[in-house]
């Protein structure tokens, strides 16, 4: 059993995709083990995706991630880093498989709809990052 971190972004969270994507995670076999609504600040924004800064999408992805109430989740399962990256499809939508959640609801490489952890150890800091101190069942 693997976990990783999830975020509904808000796009998807405007758009009211928000029950078409964790239906799509419960689909799939993954179990939801924790969950949070956050309005993030900038600041906040630009730590989770601190990997990213210097890069010339890093302003306005930190704009976009706290332009509104998103929802982080921690989901368990069999391989589940890998399988959400597959579930999620490309990070840009016009690369996306068909079916997967980005080819259904995003509407570009930014407002993409949705985050997934891409590696162990950067699922246990985005874990940690908005669920610290936490026991999860
Ligand atoms: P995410 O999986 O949350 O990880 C980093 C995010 O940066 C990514 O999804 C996209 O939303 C965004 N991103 C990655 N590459 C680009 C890009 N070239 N232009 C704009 N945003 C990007």
Redesign the pocket.
Known sequence: MERTLT?I?PDAVKAGHIGDIIKIFETNGFRIVAARLVNLSKPEAEGF?AV?RG???FE??TG??SSGPAIPMVLEGENAIARLREV?GA??PANAAAGTIRKLYAA?????C???S?APETAAFEISYFFPGVQLI
């Open positions: 975020i972004k995706y990213h890069k010339p999408f306005s992805l976009f991630m999620m990070t840009n570009s490489i930014e407002a993409n949705i985050h997934g891409d």
